[in-house]
């Protein structure tokens, strides 16, 4: 069987549908997801008890973050799964407790991601405010793998590891479309 995390990427590009998210979250004590409550053309759904944020997307606005042709304006579709460690959001208060894909955890140093992924297509040291760390990213096919490291005072930690559909790492549609864009 799959990992938790294997399985919620493989929903990327799928309707939104709690009670499917939920059955997979369960193992990690997760009893219930809430329902979309955005007016506006995306939404975001946490799962705080598995450090988990799911952001949702409804036609048109997946189509122009992703270049797919979605046609049903009813549906909010699953555009990026994100893995979280305390850092990355003030409600995280422990790291995401499962696997990560391809063997990795949220405890594995770059070189491990690295190892896992090969060559990333972005590797920058970042400097912003109230974070110093450094950004790995690729684009597989259909995927976008980004994986965020904090600087630590005596090391660098995961803090985030974000799956999306390509070109829903909005900034890179932008600053890097050769790469990141549809």
């Not at 189509?63 to 799964?81: M, V």
């Not at 955890?105 to 920058?124: C, F, H, N, R, W």
Request: aromatic content about 10%; some cysteine; glycine content about 8%.
């Amino acid at each position: 069987m799959n990992e938790a995390s294997e399985q919620l990427i493989e929903m990327l590009g799928h309707p939104y549908i709690a009670k499917n998210v939920q059955s997979v979250l369960q193992s990690f004590g997760v009893k219930r997801m809430p329902a979309p409550n955005s007016y506006f053309n995306d939404d975001i759904i946490w799962s705080v008890k598995s450090s988990i944020r799911i952001d949702i997307y409804r036609m048109p606005k997946i189509n122009d973050l992703t270049g797919l042709r979605y046609t049903n304006q009813d549906e909010w579709i699953i555009g990026a799964i994100h893995f979280l460690a305390p850092g990355s959001d003030d409600r995280i208060k422990s790291p995401f407790p499962g696997n990560l894909p391809a063997g990795i955890m949220m405890s594995s140093t770059p070189i491990e991601s690295v190892k896992a992924y090969g060559q990333p297509e972005l590797d920058e040291e970042c400097e912003w405010p109230g974070f110093s760390g450094r950004l790995l990213a690729w684009r597989k096919p259909g995927i976008n793998i980004a994986i965020e490291y904090a600087y630590s005072e005596t090391q660098m930690r995961m803090r985030s590891y974000t799956a999306c559909l390509i070109g829903c790492i909005g900034a890179w549609r932008n600053d890097n479309p050769e790469v990141f864009a549809p």
